[in-house]
Structures are given as C-alpha cells and as structure tokens.
C-alpha cells in the first residue's frame, strides 16, 4: 500500500479483489473487438442479445479532501447508483473520520445505499475480525450494507462466506457483496444479493466468457468491475457488462496500482455513448461520463 503525504489524507486503501486472477475454468468464446481494432464486420453473440441496462456500483476509495468534486459529483448523479463503497483506510480505520459523515449525508438524501468494505483474504481472515469491522462501520458510518473483498470462489469456502452473511445481516446490513474477482462456485449466489465475478482491465474484459449457469438468475445478481478502459470505449464497455447480464457495473480509464482512487475522468457525450447510442446501457454511460 503506496504511502499518501499527510496534506492529502488517509493512505490509499486496498482496491477490491486485491491481484486480480483470471477465472481458469472457463475458457473465452471469440473475441470481440470495438470498431478500429481489425476485426470482421460480423456482431458477436453478446452484441445480438438483449442488453440489461446496468446500475453503479461505485468503490468511492478516495477521501473527501483529496476529491471533494469527486464525491459531490456521486451526489448530483445518485439515481444512476445502486450503491457505493465506503473504505476509509483499507476499512474503517481505528476512530470514525468526520469528513466522510459530510459526504454521505447527501447520498442518503438521495436514497443511495452505502456499504462497507471489508476484506476477507480468500477465507483466510477470521471472522470475528471482519465482523468487529462491519460493527465499526455500523456504529460509525451508519451503513446499509457490505462488501466483502477478496472473496475465494472455491466451495471449499462456501461455509465461511454463508456465515460470514448471516452474522451480518443479523447485524443489519441490508445489502452483502461477494466479490470474487471471477466467477466463483454457483452455491455462493445463494448467500449474497451481489457477486462480483469480474474484475481486471479492459483487454481482458474483451476475452472473457460467461458460465452458463449464471442465466439462471437475475442480472443485478452479477457485478463487473472494469479499468484502464480507453475513454472512447467506456460507453463500450458499459454495453458488453449489459450483454453479459451485469446489472451492476464500475467501468474507469484510470489504471495501475489503485484504479480507484478517483472518479472516472469525465468524457464527451460522442465518445461514451459510441457503443450504441440507443442503447439503455450505453446512455446510462454518456450521463455518468459525460457529467
């Protein structure tokens, strides 16, 4: 974790699923490449498909006085957030930061959820530690719910995780978030409301596949975190999460050791609805870039 000078705030915290890791038991379909990467004229499969119109759902890892403009653009676009992540310093640090208090007041106002971020090392941080966190949070922030980071995809696990669930909803989280980083055990939908099962750049983005079972449930089911995206295709990248069913999404041009230390840079209207301007998913992607 890079050191952030004392003037800027808190240290950077975790960016979600830590190493990113590829999902080995799937192997991609044909790529799909956007217009001006040589590819044959014929639509991929996902491109013929009925898109879902994908909801943010927003690692919101900066503090308010490194980005303020940042966090009251959240506000001003809060009916395009399903949720955002609250993490003060790789969780909720030793005593409650005033500054954030500010900023959520107006994302409640708005009806935005806010969920904690508690990392889990693939199952092997205990429990009891994880739930001191949430409590923190709750008694602190007031939170609505959890993301749990670092989650294994392995049914090994699936005991740890349901009960890492159940001690928080009993706790009062409304929301959980599983997020594997790749698609995971399908047993594991059965204890979160959200799984992420994609999270890593925009060329890998372009190779992956969907497992067939994830048809089986409903698309705000799935979460798919995306960045180092070029600005002219983050409307593209939106489109692809709505045709692979991603009801939840996080797409940014920012990249390298903490993606999500700012909100995407803002980008032209053209260039974020370039995917398919009729589309519900990319307009939802020209007004969160275009602001």
């Given amino acids: 974790m890079p050191p952030t000078p004392a003037d800027t705030g808190p240290p950077w915290p975790r960016h979600p699923a830590g190493s990113w890791r590829p999902a080995a038991a799937w192997r991609p379909r044909a790529a ?14 996902w491109r013929r498909s009925r898109p879902v119109a994908p909801r943010l759902v927003v690692p919101a890892y900066f503090h308010p ?15 395009q957030i399903r949720l ?16 954030f208090l500010r900023v959520l007041a107006p994302l409640r106002d708005a ?9 889990t090392n693939y199952g092997r ?32 696990d699936l005991r740890h995780y349901a009960l890492l669930s159940r001690r928080a909803r009993k706790m009062g989280a409304e929301v959980v978030v599983f997020n594997h980083g790749v698609h995971p055990h399908e047993a ?17 983005y372009l190779e992956q596949a969907v497992p067939r079972w994830t048809r089986s449930w409903p698309a705000d089911r799935f979460y798919h975190v995306v960045y180092s995206v070029p600005r002219e295709h983050l409307g593209d990248a939106v489109l692809m999460a709505g045709r692979r069913r991603a009801g939840c999404i996080y797409v940014t041009d920012h990249g390298g050791g903490n993606p999500y230390n700012r909100l995407p840079a803002p980008a032209s209207s053209a260039a974020a609805g370039s995917a398919d301007p009729g589309s519900a998913a990319a307009g939802s992607a020209e007004r969160w870039s275009a602001e």
């Fill in 32 to 45: 799909w490449r956007p217009a001006g990467h040589g590819q044959a004229a014929a639509r991929p499969a």
């Fill in 65 to 79: 006085a490194v980005a303020p403009a940042d966090w009251a653009r959240l506000a001003r676009q809060a009916a």
């Fill in 84 to 99: 955002v992540v609250l993490n003060p310093a790789s969780g909720p640090g030793d005593e409650p930061d005033p500054a």
């Fill in 111 to 119: 009806g935005v959820q806010v969920a904690a971020y508690v990392d």
């Fill in 125 to 156: 941080r205990s429990w009891r530690e994880a739930l001191d966190e949430i409590r923190r949070y709750r008694d602190w922030y007031r939170v609505d719910g959890v993301l749990f980071d670092r989650v294994s995809a392995d049914l090994a």
């Fill in 188 to 204: 594991y939908a059965r204890h979160a409301d959200v799984l992420g099962t994609f999270e890593g750049p925009w060329n890998v």
